[in-house]
């Protein structure tokens, strides 16, 4: 799953990549070539809030929570359906 961002920290990617001057016409190609295997992290935000949660078809149960709800670390956001 691809997310765009908007105003965060930084964007970190998960292999080596030179730092960014800020300016909006830098770009970077890399010397070699970057595989990834499904499930592989790719990037992660740095300072952002967005959080994508995948779940296979009628494994899980939500409570749902309120539009604008408060979730933090920990919190319980649904409950595995045992197979």
């Not at 292999?15 to 595989?35: G, K, L, Q, S, Y």
């Not at 494994?59 to 933090?72: A, K, N, Q, Y």
Request: charged share 30%; net charge positive.
């Amino acid at each position: 799953v691809m997310v765009g961002a908007l105003n965060v920290g930084r964007i970190r990617l998960a292999f080596e990549v030179p730092p960014a001057p800020r300016r909006a016409d830098w770009d970077w190609t890399p010397d070699r070539e970057i595989r990834l295997m499904k499930g592989d992290e790719l990037g992660r935000f740095e300072l952002g809030s967005t959080v994508i949660l995948l779940f296979g078809k009628e494994r899980i149960i939500t409570d749902p929570l309120p539009i604008g709800s408060e979730v933090r670390i920990g919190s319980r956001l649904a409950k595995v359906v045992p197979r």
